[in-house]
């Protein structure tokens, strides 16, 4: 049985004061701070630049919604980027998800356990969830919705996850 679960992966991720450096403020990737993320055993060099990608992505949405509102450009840069708390919720929500994605591409088919969530509030219908079995690729999983803190015990005899 493999367990997965999201405060797991988080636990191992660097401090927040590297995943702060993670943007630049013209809203590129800092290759520096990246590193933070190389000694992740659970995430490939690609999946590093994907959650790197889409963290950014998100902040130039951002910027871009502000620029759509006639916000100066130095202003919407400033209000994008000058939420580091936000910031490192993206990136941990991001690694989450991007995890979550490559187990349910690995071992789409087999079932797994709903694990209860580490939230202080949890979704009140992920709880209906817990310890019920369900298959992965077959509806929603631990770690689709935003923010879910939800795990999963995938109902195989491997013990790590092969990712």
């Not at 999201?6 to 290759?31: C, F, H, V």
């Not at 202003?75 to 936000?86: H, I, P």
């Amino acid at each position: 049985m493999i367990r997965y679960h999201p405060i797991d992966l988080i636990k191992k991720i660097s401090p927040p004061s590297k995943i702060e450096k993670l943007i630049r403020g013209n809203l590129t990737p800092n290759k520096a701070a990246l590193s933070f993320l190389d000694g992740a055993d659970f995430l490939s060099k690609d999946s590093v630049a994907r959650v790197a990608l889409k963290t950014i992505k998100q902040y130039k949405a951002k910027y871009d919604d502000l620029k759509d509102q006639d916000v100066p450009a130095a202003d919407a840069k400033e209000e994008a980027t000058n939420d580091n708390k936000l910031l490192i919720n993206r990136v941990q929500n991001n690694i989450v998800n991007q995890v979550a994605d490559e187990i349910e591409d690995q071992y789409s088919g087999e079932y797994y356990i709903w694990l209860p969530s580490d939230a202080s509030e949890p979704d009140p219908l992920h709880q209906l969830k817990y310890g019920r079995n369900f298959q992965l690729g077959k509806g929603e999983k631990p770690g689709d919705r935003y923010g879910c803190r939800c795990g999963m015990s995938i109902l195989v005899k491997e013990t790590k996850l092969k990712l």
